[in-house]
């Protein structure tokens, strides 16, 4: 009765695991459950639906479906809920949460027996939350995302969040457009239930945890509503029964090669920047740190192949029916590490082994005929960021990309609001947009702020790119000139915090450089002038565990205490 598999699992303390096991049966046969269906393996379902969530809104059908694939396997399913994270829904910013819901996951994973967890997530943070939080719990995992919504029209043209609802804008502040369209744009954007249908973050996490091995062939893509999507939940629930009999936890899929693996694919599929932040988490749960510079390296021989908005055209519907992300990999096999075991008991190459031939689609190109000579995300140095700072080079200006420029400064966001729109703003298209204090402690949570917008002057004569720097990120369904993830952030006495107005800066791209044209000795100066972010001393609950453990963007932001190796990192001034 008091095993270590299923219902044995993580008993209660009364001080008496008989006692223990035999008054959780008690109280979970008021649920009409027998002793046969509680003997089985037992499969915990991760349910993040909520009415706030539209990403998120066809979880209970999912949640049926996956049901259905792990009782035809032999299983019992039980689902239980945590926390949900919409983009849009989550005050100061989803990022500042993010840490929160891994930490739910973690916990309510090994506080509650399962043999084997089904993660369902879709929006941008919750699947990088999941993650960790199993990684962290090691019990055996599989990912099964909510999938892209659908595209949409607007009088004719195209459209789908979140890319085309910052094109809109751009065009509504620049006066191109008026009330009435934007309005009916607005209707438009975000046509079904289902994550942004662009290779934002949503997506690009999707299609990295399908790479890393952790979700079924080819799951990344099917649309929301689509019937394939509820085969994709029913083969997840089957193959959770399997890896919950061999017990086959997130460390052996979420390997160092497995993650090279993924970066490889974030440069060849174009993806957001944010997935930076979420893989480097990620793996640090297990250990395992990412090397940045080697991830340039890899960018120097990784072209991008997904002709996906924002870095080119389509959207994720489009990917699917182009064969989705085997397709991608198929195409960049002579790059991976196909020797790695994935979630369904065979290795990448057994995966790709079984595709059929390759039909006419202009999505996914041939690795000789790529979208984007580079990889997608070229990671950046130089005394501005002395612990590195990314840019997004596919979907920036190619003219941009060497430029010297004259700083524009915005002390935060309120700074920002109060003068972007001034008509006597100091500012031309050749300045450089600098936002400080948007890190991860300065905002806090590091705010998708990154996008700095253009200074309403400049926007109605037709400016749509200006380079611009920040500490924070940027959501990946944006595109243009921008720098960010500058580290160590402005708050903690980073270099970006002592950029003035007028100081010159150089952005030099093909060379990594992000340089502060000005004397050290006048940045010491400066320095022992500029003050640090102090906690406020009325902060408690997770402000304050967030102010005091919070990492840099190099170390994907988590919780130095829940990584085994960080404990004792937490940055102070630098
Ligand atoms: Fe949820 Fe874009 S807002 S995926």
New binding site residues.
């Given amino acids: 009765m008091n095993d270590k598999k299923g219902m044995g699992r993580g008993l209660t303390n009364y001080g008496d695991a008989g006692f223990s096991m035999f008054i959780r049966k008690a109280f979970i046969k008021g649920l009409g459950l027998s002793d046969d269906a509680l003997s089985r393996p037992i499969i915990g379902i991760a349910n993040t639906y909520s009415g706030y969530n539209a990403?998120h809104g066809n979880i209970p059908d999912l949640i049926e479906a996956v049901k259905r694939g792990v009782m035809l396997a032999g299983g019992l399913p039980i689902d239980f809920p945590t926390i949900s994270l919409?983009?849009?829904f989550a005050y100061p910013t989803s990022m500042y949460l993010r840490n929160l819901m891994a930490m739910d996951t973690e916990e309510m994973i090994r506080a509650q027996p399962m043999d084997s967890v089904v993660l369902i997530g879709?929006?941008?943070k919750t699947v990088p939350a999941q993650i960790m939080g199993a990684a962290s719990a090691g019990v055996p995992a599989i990912q099964l995302v909510t999938g892209p919504m659908l595209s949409s029209s607007h009088r004719g043209e195209r459209v789908g969040?979140?890319t085309d609802c910052r094109r809109f804008w751009a065009n509504y502040r620049g006066g191109e457009i008026d009330d009435q369209e934007i309005s009916e744009v607005n209707d438009q954007l975000v046509p079904s239930v289902g994550?942004?249908g662009v290779m934002?973050?949503?997506s690009t996490m999707a299609c990295l945890v399908e790479a890393l091995g952790l979700m079924v062939p080819n799951g990344a893509s099917a649309p929301a509503v689509l019937a394939e999507r509820r085969r994709i939940a029913e083969r997840t629930g089957e193959v959770a029964v399997d890896i919950a009999v061999k017990q086959l936890t997130p460390d052996r899929i979420m390997t160092p090669k497995a993650f090279e693996n993924a970066l490889r694919v974030l440069l060849a599929i174009g993806g957001s920047t944010n997935a930076i932040i979420h893989l480097t988490a990620m793996a640090g749960r297990l250990g395992i740190d990412v090397d940045l510079e080697a991830f340039d390296q890899m960018g120097w021989t990784t072209p991008v192949l997904v002709n996906l908005k924002p870095s080119g055209q389509h959207y994720m519907d489009d990917l699917h029916r182009a064969g989705g992300l085997p397709r991608v990999m198929h195409e960049l096999r002579g790059m991976l590490h196909l020797d790695e075991m994935t979630i369904n008991g065979k290795t990448l190459g057994e995966n790709l082994g079984v595709m059929p031939d390759p039909w006419p689609q202009d999505v996914v190109r041939p690795i000789n005929d790529p979208v984007y000579g580079e990889g997608g995300i070229a990671f950046l140095g130089g005394n501005l960021a002395p612990n590195g700072a990314i840019i997004k080079q596919s979907a920036a200006s190619p003219e941009l990309m060497t430029h010297t420029g004259r700083a524009v400064v915005f002390t935060s966001l309120e700074d920002l609001a109060n003068r972007m729109d001034d008509p006597d703003l100091d500012v031309t298209a050749d300045d450089i947009l600098v936002l400080q204090n948007i890190g991860p402690r300065g905002a806090p949570g590091m705010p998708e702020a990154g996008l700095i917008p253009i200074p309403g002057k400049l926007a109605r004569q037709g400016v749509r790119d200006m380079v611009r720097i920040s500490d924070g990120r940027m959501s990946g369904?944006a595109s243009g000139t921008i720098v960010l993830h500058v580290s160590p952030e402005s708050a903690i006495g980073g270099p970006l915090g002592l950029v003035r107005d007028g100081d010159s800066i150089t952005l030099d791209v093909p060379a990594r450089l992000l340089r502060l044209n000005v004397e050290e000795a006048e940045l010491k100066r400066r320095q022992s002038e500029t003050p640090t972010l102090t906690i406020d001393p009325a902060a408690t609950g997770y402000a304050r565990l967030f102010h005091e453990n919070i990492l840099q963007a190099e170390h994907g932001t988590d919780f130095a205490f829940s990584r085994p190796d960080m404990t004792r990192k937490v940055p102070k001034r630098s």
Avoid: I, L, N, V
């Fill in positions: 990403c919409h983009e849009s879709g929006c941008d969040a979140c994550t942004c934002g973050t949503a369904t």
